[in-house]
């Protein structure tokens, strides 16, 4: 009698683990939508700016811009700090959930990077109150400063693991890149659906890499975004935000 009931038990202890599991791959689904309201897809990250000096005119060429700006920024600022804070909002730590999104922030290198942090950060927080995500209303104010803050908590309390959390992220960021630029340079959709194909490949190895990075080691410059992203605050004709 013990034996079955510990057979139904461990049945149903599975169950609840592949439900579990099934329920967060469907939240991170939501979560990285490109439909998602936070106006990922009026940013271009200065590949407008890019475009028009000619530094970027081909799938070929924004390839190897995105894939840079993907091993050196992404890789060694953006995923380690998210790591962090997704820890800090499943402990629930806020101070060290505002002291990583600050330094992220600190991290932005120009003014039209950090405040498309800011704005993007302003309405994840909004739609997590919307959505009563934990902690979101309590929080409001760091998530509102920083758009990770606001994804690594909607994360953590949807119990999504940090490494399909950290591909969801970078898969966002690649996206929502390559999208913009087939409109700017242009590109037809299939290629920025090849591209797209391609880039990602890199993608589950490089959220290994960061993962081995330390508190100390965090951060990186990408010099070309710099100016890109400078140059396109005072373009005279934009499509994207500055």
């Known amino acids: 009698m013990h034996r079955v009931t510990r057979t139904i038990t461990a049945i149903l202890m599975s169950i609840n683990t592949v439900t579990d599991s099934g329920l967060a791959l469907v939240r991170l689904m939501h979560l990285v939508s490109p439909s998602l309201p936070i106006g990922s897809f009026t940013y271009s ?3 407008e700016w890019a475009v028009e000096c000619g530094w970027i005119d081909s799938a070929d060429s924004l390839g190897q811009w995105i894939e840079d700006q993907f091993l050196t920024s ?10 962090r804070l997704h820890a800090a909002a499943r402990e ?3 101070d060290a959930l505002e002291s990583w999104s600050q330094f992220l ?8 990077l950090r405040q498309e ?10 739609l997590l109150v919307a959505l009563e995500v934990s902690n979101a209303q309590k929080w409001k104010p760091v ?10 908590t909607a994360a953590a309390a949807w119990r999504i693991p940090y490494r399909d959390a950290a591909g969801g992220y970078a898969w966002s960021w690649l996206e929502n890149l390559v999208l913009a630029a087939v409109k700017i340079i242009p590109l037809g959709q299939t290629e920025g659906q090849q591209l797209l194909m391609r880039l990602s490949e890199i993608l589950p190895d490089a959220v290994e890499r960061s993962l081995a ?20 605050e005072t373009q005279y004709t934009r499509l994207f935000r500055s």
């Open 105 to 112: 922030l600190a991290s932005r290198e120009t003014a039209e």
């Open 143 to 152: 998530l509102a400063s920083c758009q990770a803050a606001g994804f690594a």
């Open 213 to 232: 990075i330390e508190d100390e080691t965090i951060g990186a410059s990408n010099p070309a975004l710099a100016i890109a992203s400078s140059r396109h």
């Open 45 to 47: 990250q200065g590949i």
């Open 92 to 94: 629930g730590d806020v």
């Open 74 to 83: 992404v890789v060694h600022l953006d995923l380690p700090v998210l790591q």
């Open 117 to 126: 942090e800011i704005n993007r950060g302003r309405a994840l927080a909004d």
